[in-house]
């Protein structure tokens, strides 16, 4: 597909990318500025990944929060399928700490961060885990308001979905035990995935050096091995290194038991 083919009645405007699950266009829906994503052929042809993308399009659509990317419909051409999604304002919260800025100042931070909290607190009361939380997956627009996207692999807790022992995430956020089976994961790994990315966020870099294998990676979260963000970067305050590291504990029984818990830990230093 390129620019200016129809999908359905959609006319696609610019390729704004393409990854491993599909492509994104913009184009006009409703009168308005909006995306397309398409999954690729080869994987609408296989039904796992086919109503796993049917899946991310019911979630955000259930989702009514104003930090998460909606659902405007699904779109299907042929054996192609596609979700029109809201434009977006921004660049991704990865693209900030990589090169703008490197270590956010703690009064940065926070009112940032607190826009995720709030808006996986949200999913959470929903029964949905989002398990793929990274900066990557935030956009910060220039009013410094964020959203949260890719609802792709996320877990409803009203319905089964995954095969166990596969292993969905991004291995430098996931939690220890996404590992091992990501189908039985708590909400306790999204708590994990936000403290790793926070870590980022003060540190202005991952724990591990970016050369590091996954297994590499696996080894130094199941062994606790990682050194606290003031290694990198010493201005961070003490509540908030506190709250940091029970976040991110290896033992899902040892971190905050939710993400309030998280958010009243942290409002300390704000």
């Not at 829906?29 to 796992?48: I, N, Q, S």
């Not at 990682?226 to 899902?252: D, W």
């Amino acid at each position: 597909m390129q620019p200016g083919d129809t999908f359905g009645s959609l006319v696609l405007g610019e390729r704004i990318a393409i990854g491993g699950m599909g492509s994104i266009f913009r184009v006009k829906h409703e009168g308005r500025d909006r995306v397309l994503k398409v999954l690729h052929d080869h994987l609408a042809a296989v039904p796992e990944h086919r109503d796993r993308f049917i899946h991310e399009g019911l979630v955000s659509e259930r989702l009514r929060h104003p930090n998460f990317v909606r659902t405007h419909g699904l779109v299907e051409e042929g054996e192609q399928i596609g979700l029109v999604l809201d434009w977006v304002e921004g660049r991704p919260l990865s693209e900030i700490i990589g090169t703008e800025t490197g270590p956010i100042p703690w009064e940065r931070t926070w009112p940032l961060f607190k826009q995720l909290l709030e808006a996986v607190s949200a999913a959470h009361a929903e029964g949905i885990i989002h398990r793929d939380l990274k900066p990557e997956n935030v956009m910060v627009d220039d009013r410094e308001r964020i959203t949260l996207l890719d609802f792709g692999i996320a877990k409803d807790l009203s319905r089964k979905q995954t095969r166990t022992g596969m292993v969905l995430g991004t291995v430098d956020y996931m939690a220890p035990e996404q590992f091992a089976d990501s189908k039985h994961v708590d909400l306790r790994a999204d708590i994990y995935s936000l403290g790793m990315t926070l870590y980022e966020m003060l540190a202005g870099r991952l724990p591990w050096s970016p050369e590091a294998t996954e297994f590499e990676v696996l080894q130094q979260k199941t062994e606790g091995k990682i050194p606290p963000p003031t290694t990198f970067y010493p201005h961070i305050p003490a509540p908030v290194l506190s709250a940091l590291r029970k976040a991110t504990r290896r033992e899902p029984s040892k971190r905050f038991s939710s993400v309030g818990a998280l958010t009243r830990a942290l409002q300390v230093s704000a």
